[in-house]
Structures are given as C-alpha cells and as structure tokens.
C-alpha cells in the first residue's frame, strides 16, 4: 500500500466513489457558485481558467447556475446555456475541465421572480407561480439594496413551454460537451417558488396539495430525464431554507415527498441543502437531512457551511455520499490537496465574491506549492 493510499484510506472524503457510470476519486465536490463574470450573459475565456483550477482527475464539478432562457435571468453577468453563443464559449472550459479528468456538471437555472423588468425581455415582468412580489432585500455585499419587480404568474397552459426551456437547456449542456446537468430546485428560485406553500397559491393542478406543488419540478425532472438519460441528472433541492422568502410550512413532508418521488425517474444524484443553513449560528436545528438521504435511491449529495472534519464525519456515519463546498472550495482551489494533507486553507474574500473582475476573487486565490 503507498503512503498515499493510506493517507486517503483514513480520510473519508478522500475515498474513491462510483457514482453511476462515474467513478470518482474522492467525495469532495465544487458546489455552484455564482460568480457574474460571464459578460453579457455568455461565458468567458476566464472561466478555463477558475474551473481547470478546481478540477481534479475523478472530481465532481458542477457550474454556477446557468440560466436556461431569457427570461431565467435576475443578476447581473451570470451565464446562460439558451444561444449557440453560450453552447460553443462553455465547450473550451468542459475541455478544460476533462482535460484534468475532472467530471462536470451544469446546473440548469430559472430565478422565476427573483429579478425585475431590467433583466427580462422587452421589460416585461418575471415570471412566477404567482403574483405576490419579494420585498427589497440587502445584496448579498451588506450594500446594495435588490429591487423585485412584482411578477407575473404563469397561466396553465404556458407552464409546459418553461418545461420545454429546461429540457432544451439539458440538451444544449451535452452538445457542449458537459457529463450532465444538475435542475436547481432550491433557494427560492421559480422551482422551488412552485414547491413551497407560502409562495405557491396556485388553484390549478400545479397548486394546493403537496403533489399539486411538485408537480412543475418533476415534469421538469421528467422530461430532462427523457432528453439525456437519467444517468446524467441531478437536482438540488432546499427544503428547509427560506431563501428569497420561499419557505414551506412542513419541510419534512416537502423533502420526503421530493426523495422518494425523484426515485420513479432513476436520477443520478440528489443535492440537498443542509437545514442549519436556515438557522443563526449556534442556533438548535431541529430537522435532518437523514430522512430524504434514506428515502433516495441514488448518490445522496449534502451542502451547506461543511468544513473538513464535518464532511468526514457525515461520510464516515453513512449520511451522505458526497459534500459539495463552496465557499472552502472557491478560496482554495487545490482543496482535495489540503485536506488531504490537512493543510491551512486560504481565507475567502466576501467583498469579492460577485465583483465583475476577471481575475480579483477569483483566479488568484494561491495553490499551496505558490505558497510554499
């Protein structure tokens, strides 16, 4: 056994994992994070760069949301996958990406009501379930102050034609040359708008019970699924979090509902959001990702504020597969080489996070041999 194999063998996040027809050399994955520098909603030569950065032979990338039609958009630069302009600037970044042997993933987007007019064709108004507008909300700077235009809600017949957008999205993703895609379903963009019962007050069959609200995430589900392969499809989900007020009042029964529902389609991999990430720090967090993690038959995903010895214990007790860091993984792009050697990480830059710069915040955090 080398030195290697063993450092790694006492290292839970460091273990090999065949997801599907993946084989993954560790457990360690890049969660989405949006970054608006994809000017003019196309992505930028830039981009090989931070995402060749972060790939790793065997390792589990997945995009910043990626907008799916245009009117999926509500900030400023971030990347859409709807024009042949955006399917031929992602392919020299999945080459990038495969040519480290990295696994890769694009996360399909719509941000429902979470824009205004100035993001939406001809000025229009966003698009929702419903017609109940978000207040203003403090960006995520501590600064600015977002403002939401009130939004339109779908009329029945044209929730199919928004299914239709994601499938096309899906089949764009593999022309460009991605393994697959991951449908967001969380943090209070239009599918989980449709989800939670404080946003959804629909009277259609997309409204009222349980069912009724899932319905528009698994028809999306559905047809991606019939588009590539349900061995290529993720979702990522966020129940217990009220993220751009969308939160549900039983969030168990929602998660459980969404599991054991995802199984029918025989999905690659469910990606959830950990239900501290709804809570202040310290704070007594009453509901558990276990429940969902049993329920689901595929690769079990867990996100939200992990650290190294977190994501260790959370592999080695069984309670999920894999742990996506953002944050950790954004400051440190060798991250699997750090904790593997149970390195000093980087500290990330807040004000940085969604500057518009193409290197500032984001190509030029240090790998450990610079720092050395």
């Not at 608006?36 to 060749?52: D, E, F, M, T, W």
């Not at 239009?190 to 528009?216: A, P, W």
């Not at 217990?240 to 929602?254: C, E, G, R, V």
């Not at 500290?347 to 041999?369: A, I, M, N, Q």
Request: proline residues 6%; aromatic residues 10%.
């Amino acid at each position: 056994m080398s030195a290697h194999t063993a450092v790694t063998n006492a290292i839970p996040l460091l273990t090999p994992y065949q997801m599907g027809k993946f084989q993954l050399s560790h457990r360690i994955v890049l969660a989405p994070l949006t970054r608006q520098r994809s000017y003019g909603n196309v992505p930028q030569p830039h981009a090989i760069l931070y995402y060749s950065q972060r790939a790793t032979n065997g390792g589990l990338l997945i995009t910043e949301a990626t907008g799916v039609s245009d009117t999926a958009q509500g900030y400023e630069h971030t990347p859409g996958i709807w024009t042949k302009e955006q399917v031929e600037a992602w392919k020299p970044i999945v080459d990038a990406v495969h040519a480290k042997g990295g696994i890769f993933f694009c996360q399909l987007w719509h941000v429902g009501r979470v824009s205004n007019e100035g993001f939406q064709p001809n000025g229009q108004a966003p698009i929702s379930c419903t017609d109940k507008p978000i207040t203003p909300q403090i960006r995520a700077n501590g600064l600015d102050t977002a403002e939401f235009s009130t939004p339109r809600r779908l009329r029945t017949d044209e929730i199919p034609g928004i299914v239709n957008d994601f499938r096309l999205a899906a089949r764009n993703a593999i022309e460009a040359g991605f393994d697959g895609v991951e449908i967001h379903g969380a943090n209070g963009y239009l599918i989980d708008q449709f989800m939670k019962d404080n946003v959804n007050d629909r009277t259609d069959k997309y409204g009222g019970s349980l069912e009724n609200r899932c319905k528009f995430a698994l028809d999306i589900v559905e047809a991606v699924v019939n588009e590539i392969g349900p061995d290529r499809v993720g979702i990522r989900l966020s129940p217990f979090t009220d993220y751009m007020q969308a939160s549900d009042s039983n969030p168990d029964a929602l998660g459980l509902y969404m599991a054991k529902s995802l199984n029918k389609y025989g999905i690659l991999y469910c990606h959830v959001i950990e239900p501290r990430m709804a809570k202040a720090e310290g704070e007594e967090v009453e509901h558990s990702l276990l429940p969902m993690r049993k329920a689901f038959n595929g690769t079990f995903i867990a996100a939200g504020g992990y650290k190294r010895e977190e994501g260790n214990k959370a592999v080695a007790a069984g309670n999920t597969d894999l742990v996506a860091f953002g944050r950790l993984f954004l400051a440190n792009p060798d991250l699997p080489k750090r904790f593997e050697l149970d390195a000093p990480l980087n500290k990330y830059h807040r004000e940085t996070f969604y500057t518009s710069d193409p290197v500032v915040g984001y190509t030029d955090y240090p790998f450990l041999e610079t720092i050395a």
